[in-house]
């Protein structure tokens, strides 16, 4: 309902508001003519602009707390859509076999331009499943994530650099490396929680960047490598448009193949050991559960993903050096795990995508489009805290002592 104090109060922060901007988007100095311009109509337009926001965010944070009173009373029973959707098999079925369709067809129906950012999505896709795991399941913060993807694409590069081994050959190796690289920061952070074990691991990306960086000999410094070999189909080799619709559904087939192996270490004895670990650690170890040995698996396996997208990203650019794989990498994949939803598989891809491609279709608004990505963080953050589709907390209810006291009354 509105009432008179809401629009006082977005009066009051528009007038504020218009008080603030009023330096710069008023007075303009004309250095040529030696005047000074008094753009008023952008002042109006702040105004303006301000109050309408203001008064939207009121509306929207008066109805997320009468949400939360309902889901206190117990008044609301259905699921969210984003929840109903995987929840309900006469929406779920359909919606599968419709995007299953568009992924097969997408290279035939969109430009190859549109091609190479659907790849570079799906390359995101798998990072953001290898840090859920890391964040999501084990609640262990890492943000030297982008670390183990620079060790998988810089397997590849040097191993077809100098041994001339193709990418077929390279992609478990480089699994293998990411796994080994997590096992070697695992073990120094086993100790750590919050974030002394963020800044460790933020310290071990940066060390791993500048040893790239600095170490001509080994990695060719900034110059970086290239002429990395394209995936090829039992020798056949490729063109440029061929190669890359044979990277897009290689990398269809990943994304598969990283969900299904996520999701069955989710519903393991190891995955309940990590979300035993993220809600509490001393009451993990207290229940016997072996600390040590349940964080290098998560790390360990987080990286492996991490080491196979690496390979992939090397064979996708045919050209890699440090400058692509800074600090800003590990917070855009911490964003794609916490804005899809910590835990939860559909969310992180939802994520994903919508954190890779909606800059790049945002392109038309060049000027603005930070600004526009900004805000959707924002309002995520405030309206979903849990994300797009957050990950549904398991309940057990047992009912053996009701169904025993109806049988023996």
Sequence with gaps: MITFGEIKRSFLVSVWFMFLTFPIMVIRV?????????????????????????FVWRYLIQRKEAGKKKAEAGEIDRLPLSQRIFE?????????????VFALVFPFIFSLYQTNIMITGLIYVMLGLGLNIVVGLAGLLDLGYVAFYAVGAYSYALLNHHFGLGFWAVLPIG?????????LLGFPVLRLRGDYLAIVTLGFGEIIRL?????????????????????????????????TIYLYYIMIAMVLFTIFVVNRLQDSRIGRAWIALREDEVACQAMGIDKRKTKLTAFALGATWAGMAGVIFAAK???????????????????????????????????????????????????????????ILVLMMVFRPGGIVPNIRRTYKFEGFENNTKNNP
Excluded: D
């Design 211 to 243: 040893i790239l960086e600095n170490w001509n000999e080994f990695s060719f410094g900034p110059s970086g490598i290239a002429n990395i070999a394209r995936p090829s189909f039992f020798g056949m080799e490729f063109s440029v448009h061929g190669a």
């Design 317 to 375: 650019t045919t050209f890699i050096n440090p400058a692509s794989f800074t600090i800003w990498e590990s917070i855009i994949i911490l964003c794609i795990v916490v804005l899809g939803g910590m835990g939860s598989i559909m969310g992180v891809i939802t994520g994903a995508l919508v954190l890779i491609l909606l800059p790049e279709y945002l392109r038309a608004f060049s000027e603005y489009r930070m600004l526009i990505f900004g805000g």
């Design 88 to 100: 309900e098999r006469k929406l779920f079925v359909p919606g599968l076999i419709t995007l299953s």
């Design 30 to 54: 004309n250095t040529v003519q030696n005047v000074i311009e008094w753009r008023w109509k952008n002042l109006l337009f702040v105004g303006m602009g301000s109050f309408i926001l203001s």
């Design 175 to 183: 699994a293998g490396m990411g796994a080994f690289f997590g096992i």
